[in-house]
């Protein structure tokens, strides 16, 4: 068989001067830097739970068709700046969580 070169090396992080990979960062409305990651076990049951943001969650399976993500387990959330509607509104951060093993999957795909 034809022997296939190896992949090319992943690009270098947009490391400055001083050690700071600003790849890892990102800027909320008030320009201020926030880890683009969060990543804990989540705090609550209830009403107030986080619901998995995959559109194919894989625990929805075991939680009887719901993607919430219960008390306890470990979630990684995404910051996202969203956009308000009008010229005046600057948006908020919102964070979108994903069951751990989710996540994973999401990047596979």
Known sequence: PPKVPPPPPPPPPNVSDNGFDETRYMKDQN???LHK?????AARAGG???MCKDTDCLERH???GVKFIEKGH???GRRVLMKGHGSDDEG????MYYHAR????VFLR
């Open 74 to 76: 470990l979630r990684i």
């Open 37 to 41: 990651w969060k990543i804990d076990y």
């Open 102 to 105: 989710c996540m994973f999957n």
């Open 48 to 50: 107030g739970r986080a």
């Open 92 to 95: 908020h951060i919102a964070v």
């Open 62 to 64: 075991e939680q009887g």
């Open 31 to 33: 320009d201020q830097l």
